[in-house]
């Protein structure tokens, strides 16, 4: 029988075995049952598990109501100070996140959100909701949004813990620097998504710049005048 909070080598084979980063144990017996292990591996050696009892359950069949098709992307609420300030609930929120939250999508329409997953933590206990996203007439351009209970439910309770260190769970959050998105130089953004550019250009000449020949720019007769007076004076003056 395997037993992960004892002996985890079953675990790390079947891991490298299948190429998998997350795992999910059942169990049932006298002293603990109905039992749920979730776990994450990083480099095939377990990180992090977190032993959830199930106190209650409500299954699908038990709401006669209409379900979400299969796939949908869930959206994911997490209510409750615990997940915040508890450090066993901060890594059970993780482990939840990388479970639910489907696949990577760089876009998704807003019909498209019609599932939510909803978890409170509440004295020492998790509490699982699921519900089916209505859009209803508002009589305006945004629908007014209902949420309805289609299950399933849970009532967990946190038992048991196996968290690693700090350290070695910052090496695992490290993301490798070929994933990394490059950030674009002159490029920026404000806080409406508008998109800005700045565009560096060579020092111009000025007074090679060509301009159009306007009457307000030409001198004025009086000026020319006295500029060609002053120079017949200076010739005459030459001359003696």
Same mark, same amino acid.
């Given at each position: ?28 017996? /006298? ?35 209409? /379900?979400?098709?299969? *796939? ?59 519900? !089916? ?40 959050? /490290?993301?490798? !620097? ?18 800005? *550019? ?25 000026? /020319? ?16």
């Amino acid at each position: 029988m395997t037993r992960p909070f004892e002996d985890q080598t079953s675990l790390e084979f079947f891991s490298k075995k299948s190429d998998c980063s997350l795992f999910l144990f059942g169990s049932h017996n /006298k002293k603990r049952p109905n039992n749920l292990i979730f776990g994450s591996m990083y480099d095939f050696h377990v990180l992090d598990m977190i032993e959830l009892g199930v106190e209650k359950h409500v299954s699908l069949k038990d709401i006669k109501n209409c /379900k979400c098709p299969e *796939g949908t992307k869930p959206m994911l609420i997490f209510a409750g100070d615990m997940f915040v300030l508890n450090e066993d609930y901060k890594h059970l929120k993780s482990l939840l996140i990388d479970f639910f939250r489907g696949t990577t999508v760089s876009g998704i329409r807003s019909a498209g959100l019609e599932h939510v997953l909803h978890f409170t933590a509440v004295e020492g206990k998790v509490l699982l909701r699921s519900y !089916k996203v209505l859009m209803k007439k508002s009589g305006c351009r945004t629908p007014r949004i209902e949420l309805e209970d289609m299950g399933p439910n849970f009532n967990f309770v946190v038992r048991r813990t196996h968290l690693t260190s700090d350290d070695l769970y910052k090496v695992a959050m /490290k993301h490798p !620097k070929a994933l990394k998105a490059k950030k674009k130089k002159n490029i920026s953004h404000n806080t409406f998504g508008t998109k800005y *550019g700045r565009i560096h250009m060579q020092k111009q000449d000025l007074s090679k710049l060509r301009t159009r020949k306007v009457k307000g720019l030409k001198k004025r007769c009086a000026e /020319k005048m006295a500029t060609e007076a002053e120079d017949i004076n200076a010739k005459k003056i030459k001359q003696n």
